[in-house]
């Protein structure tokens, strides 16, 4: 997932964009889930489960940026054409990993829709998260923003890091699986020793506590058990 930017070159559009809560994430879900096995006149009952969007017109050479995990409408009202550009956040990671099943069924959806292999689109977008959550480890710093962006990491990873396993040991190649498995439990005790954090900041145990070391700690605890992909 990522913020996309649009530069409208010509035309007028009309946006309807729906905040990221529970309701509409769940909503949204539900829907994915559905387009992807078949493909019926079913927007419009999602569309109006949706709640508290708002309104706003895109004019000829006006500039809108869209945040990751914001249900969007998009309408022309004449012919348009404009750029999207896309750009990915470390802010937004946390986000990612909590919204796994939203990624793993929107992919699902517009491979089915355009006929193409989901599987070689899952495996990037995997490793592509896997890349984002290790730049964020290690560009891990001693300022409060960066300690609040591993604390909030540190609260995903520990209720979705199951489903996130999962995906890697289905959609990753083994020798692959097992360098990803490594690496993460390395960068995340590098990124507390970098911020000065004496806390897992998945569980909070404290690392004084921990008589096998944070890494064969965080290996131990916090690569739960597979669960089922869907």
Request: net charge neutral; charged share 15%; aromatic share 8%.
């Amino acid at each position: 997932m990522s913020s996309s930017t649009i530069h409208l070159i010509i035309g007028v559009r009309v946006y309807i964009v729906y905040p990221p809560t529970e309701q509409n994430m769940t909503t949204l879900l539900k829907y994915l889930r559905i387009l992807w096995r078949i493909l019926r006149q079913i927007t419009q009952t999602y569309v109006n489960a949706l709640q508290h969007g708002f309104t706003f017109v895109q004019c000829t050479g006006e500039t809108v940026t869209i945040t990751p995990f914001f249900p969007t409408i998009v309408l022309a009202t004449k012919t348009s054409a404009g750029v999207t550009i896309r750009s990915r956040c470390q802010n937004d990671v946390p986000s990612q990993l909590r919204h796994l099943g939203l990624m793993v069924n929107r992919i699902e959806a517009v491979q089915y829709v355009f006929q193409e292999i989901v599987d070689t689109s899952l495996e990037h977008h995997l490793a592509q998260l896997n890349n984002d959550l290790a730049i964020v480890l290690v560009a891990s710093e001693l300022t409060t923003s960066s300690r609040e962006l591993t604390m909030a990491l540190g609260a995903a990873w520990k209720e979705n890091n199951s489903r996130f396993w999962t995906l890697i040991e289905v959609y990753i190649s083994t020798p692959s699986e097992q360098q990803i498995h490594r690496r993460i439990a390395r960068l995340w005790n590098l990124a507390l020793k970098n911020q000065g954090l004496s806390q897992c900041s998945a569980c909070l145990v404290d690392g004084e506590d921990l008589e096998m070391g944070f890494t064969v700690h965080f290996q131990k605890e916090h690569r739960n058990q597979s669960e089922e992909v869907r």
